[in-house]
């Protein structure tokens, strides 16, 4: 069973940084597709990055793109989301989540997820 961990988070100042690291565990957890999707009070779920299981391809919200860098170490099976020039709107529950999909597009903006983490807050004000 495929088992997704999500850390990270925290409280910025607007126009900061931080790094989101989701841990993935389970016999083919190299195989999936993992996004980080973010939920906000009020708005709908967003599919903000996601990357395929090789790791060579990548999909980014407008919201995010420029700002946002997803990335993958697939020996540790661990999955990153770089996010720089936080803005008040990016505060929100960020959620990792994996499926076997190759579209990295669809899986985010569908969304396509099989297992979801158990989240992690970002705060960003001043």
């Known amino acids: 069973q495929l088992q997704l961990v999500e850390s990270g988070g925290g409280l910025v100042q607007p126009g900061g940084s931080l790094r989101l690291s989701c841990a993935a565990s389970?016999?083919?957890?190299?195989?999936?597709?993992i996004g980080w999707f973010r939920h906000a009070p009020g708005k709908e779920r967003e599919g903000v990055s996601c990357?395929?299981?090789?790791?060579?391809?990548?999909y980014y919200a407008d919201s995010v793109r420029g700002r946002f860098t997803i990335s993958r170490e697939s020996a540790q099976n661990m999955v990153y989301l770089e996010m720089n020039n936080l803005k008040p709107e990016d505060t929100a529950v960020y959620y990792c989540?994996?499926?076997?999909?190759?579209?990295?597009?669809?899986?985010?903006?569908?969304?396509?997820?099989?297992?979801w983490g158990q989240g992690t807050q970002v705060t960003v004000s001043s």
């Open positions: 989540g994996a499926e076997d999909v190759s579209t990295v597009q669809a899986m985010c903006t569908i969304p396509l997820v099989a297992s």
């Open positions: 389970g016999l083919t957890a190299h195989y999936y597709a």
């Open positions: 990357i395929s299981g090789e790791g060579d391809k990548t």
